[in-house]
C-alpha cells in the first residue's frame, strides 16, 4: 500500500490543510515581521518568541503569552534585550519557518517545548519503557522518561503548526524521526489509500488505538459532524502509516 504522495506543504511536517490547525487565525499581519500574510498563526499559551542575545551571541525563549514588555532578560546571561511589546501575537509561515517562534507540541514520548527540543530530549512520560529507534533517559524518580531525539528532529516540530483534537495531540514517530501529519481520515481516504480492503488499513493504521465498533461509525470524509477524530500520519522514510482515535 504505497499511498499517495504527501501534498505539497511549507511545512515538512504538516500536509493537511493550513486551515485545520489548532493555531490558525486566518490571514493578518505578522506580530514579528509585521508583514501582511495570507496564514498567520495565534502564538497562545504554550508557545515561545525566540530571540538573539547580541550580549552572548545565544538564542532563548520567552512565552508569548507573557511577551507585553518593550524588553526581555536573556536567560543565558541575564542582560536585557529590547523587544517589541506584543499582544495577542500571531506569527506567520515564513517567521515560524526560520525559528523565531516556536509551537509547544504533545508527542508519543511527551512534550516538547524549544527548550526541549535544544537540548535533544522530549520532556519525558511517566512509566516509559521503550521508545522504537531512539534512546531512553535514565526516569527520574517519579518515574519519568524523557526519550533523545536530535535538536534537528525537534526543532521542525516545534516549527510546525498544531493539529486540532477534541482531547490533545499525540504527534508519532517512525523510523527515528517525527511523521508527517495527514489530516483526518475518513472511509473514503482509507479507501483511496487501499481500494482492496480499506477496513484493515483503517485497522493497521490505528492499531495503537482501541478500534471497537469505530469503523462502522467513522464518517466517508472529514470535516463531519462527530465527535470522532480519526488523524494519521506518513512516515517520510518508510511511507508507513500510523495514527491515533481521538473522541470529543
Known amino acids: 500500500m504505497p499511498g499517495a504522495p504527501l501534498q505539497p506543504s511549507p511545512f515538512p511536517l504538516f500536509a493537511a490543510p493550513l486551515k485545520g490547525a489548532a493555531e490558525y487565525a486566518g490571514p493578518g499581519r505578522c506580530s514579528l515581521c509585521a508583514l501582511e500574510s495570507d496564514a498567520v498563526f495565534e502564538l497562545g499559551i504554550g508557545a515561545d518568541v525566540i530571540h538573539e542575545c547580541a550580549h552572548c551571541d545565544r538564542s532563548f525563549a520567552v512565552a508569548a503569552d507573557e511577551h507585553e514588555t518593550a524588553t526581555v532578560v536573556c536567560s543565558h546571561c541575564g542582560a536585557t534585550v529590547p523587544a517589541a511589546g506584543l499582544k495577542d501575537p500571531v506569527v506567520c509561515v515564513s517567521c515560524l519557518r526560520q525559528g523565531k517562534a516556536a509551537l509547544t507540541k504533545d508527542t508519543e514520548y511527551g512534550m516538547v517545548r524549544w527548550e526541549d527540543a535544544m537540548r535533544g530530549r522530549t520532556h519525558g512520560v511517566p512509566g516509559l519503557r521503550h521508545a522504537s529507534g531512539f534512546e531512553l533517559d535514565t526516569p527520574d524518580n517519579d518515574g519519568w522518561a524523557g526519550v533523545f531525539i536530535s535538536t534537528e528532529t525537534l526543532l521542525e516540530l516545534v516549527r510546525t503548526p498544531t493539529y486540532s483534537t477534541w482531547q490533545e495531540e499525540r ?27 480499506p477496513e484493515s488499513a483503517f485497522l493497521m493504521t490505528m492499531r495503537e488505538s482501541d478500534t471497537e465498533g469505530v469503523w462502522e ?17 506518513a512516515c517520510r522514510t518508510c511511507n508507513g502509516r500510523r495514527g491515533h482515535l481521538d473522541l470529543g
Do not use: I, N
Not at 527515528?176 to 483526518?184: D, F, P, R
Not at 470524509?221 to 477524530?229: D, N, Q, V, Y
Open 171 to 197: 504527534w508519532l514517530f517512525c523510523c527515528s524521526q517525527a511523521m508527517t501529519y495527514l489530516g483526518e481520515w475518513g472511509k473514503d481516504d482509507f479507501f483511496a489509500y487501499d481500494p482492496e480492503d
Open 217 to 233: 461509525h467513522l464518517p466517508d470524509r472529514f470535516p463531519a459532524h462527530t465527535e470522532l477524530g480519526s488523524h494519521v500520519f
